[in-house]
Antibody, heavy 124, light 108 residues
C-alpha cells in the first residue's frame, strides 16, 4: 500500500525558512517523480514543485521559483521542500503527491496518491 | 499557462440525482492529459479520472469523464451520500500543471 507522510509544517515569521519532508513507502521510490501541491485555507489546489525519479530534474511554479528547492534522498525514501523567504501568501496545507511517471513530461504531473498534508502558517 | 474554468461553482442536488460538472480550458490540449479529483472536507484530494475518461483504481462506475479539446465533463450518474464533495479538474500535459477552481456538489 502506497503511503505518503508529510512533516515539518508549523508557524514561521515572514522572511523565515522551513523544510518539509515527505516519507514514502509501498512503492519503488526512485521510479517515480514526486510533487508538492498546496492549498491555501478555503481555496483551491496549486501545484508547487516536481522532482524527477532520479532527483536530477526539478520544476517550480513561478510563485515559488528562486525561494523553494525540492530534493529527494533515495536511501531514506524521502522528499524534501526547502522553503526560504516565506511570505504570508505561502500559508497553506502542503501535500506531497506521487506522480505516475519517472520523468517530468505529462505523467509526472498526474497525482495518483497523496499524503494527508502539513500546514504551513506564515505570520508575525 | 493553461487556465481551467469549472462550472457551476456549486451544484445543489439530492441523492440519486445525476451530476454534470464542466471544465473549460483556455487553450486546447490533448485529452490524454485531463484529470478529475474529489476532495472531502479535511481530506487530501483523490484521483477519480485520468486521460479525460479512464477511471482510477477503485473508482465506482457511476463516475464517468468525457470531452476533448477545451471542453471536458465529469458525470456522476446517481449521487450517493459519499459523493457530496468538491471536484477539481486538472491538466497535466506540461509544466505548470494547473487546476480548475473547483465545483462543490452539495446536498439539496
Amino acid at each position: 500500500e502506497v503511503q505518503l507522510l508529510e512533516s515539518g509544517g508549523g508557524l514561521v515569521q515572514p522572511g523565515g525558512s522551513l523544510r518539509l519532508s515527505c516519507a514514502a513507502s509501498g512503492f519503488t521510490f526512485s521510479s517515480y517523480a514526486m510533487n508538492w501541491v498546496r492549498q491555501a485555507p478555503g481555496k483551491g489546489l496549486e501545484w508547487v514543485s516536481a522532482i524527477s525519479g532520479s532527483g536530477g530534474s526539478t520544476y517550480y511554479a513561478d510563485s515559488v521559483r528562486g525561494r523553494f528547492t525540492s530534493s529527494r534522498d533515495k536511501s531514506k525514501n524521502t522528499m524534501y521542500l526547502q522553503m526560504n523567504s516565506l511570505r504570508a501568501e505561502d500559508t497553506a496545507i502542503y501535500y506531497c503527491a506521487k506522480g505516475v511517471g519517472m520523468y517530468c513530461g505529462g505523467d509526472c504531473y498526474l497525482f495518483d496518491h497523496w499524503g494527508q498534508g502539513t500546514l504551513v502558517t506564515v505570520s508575525s | 499557462e493553461i487556465v481551467l474554468t469549472q462550472s457551476p461553482g456549486t451544484l445543489s442536488l439530492s441523492p440519486g440525482e445525476r451530476a454534470t460538472l464542466s471544465c473549460r480550458a483556455s487553450q486546447s490540449f490533448s485529452s490524454s492529459y485531463l484529470a478529475w479529483y474529489q476532495q472531502k472536507p479535511g481530506q487530501a484530494p483523490r484521483l477519480l479520472i485520468y486521460g479525460a475518461s479512464s477511471r482510477a483504481t477503485g473508482i465506482p462506475d457511476r463516475f464517468s469523464g468525457s470531452g476533448s479539446g477545451t471542453d471536458f465533463t465529469l458525470t456522476i450518474s446517481r449521487l450517493e451520500p459519499e459523493d457530496f464533495a468538491v471536484y477539481y479538474c486538472q491538466h497535466y500535459s506540461r509544466s505548470p500543471p494547473t487546476f480548475g477552481g473547483g465545483t462543490k456538489v452539495e446536498i439539496k
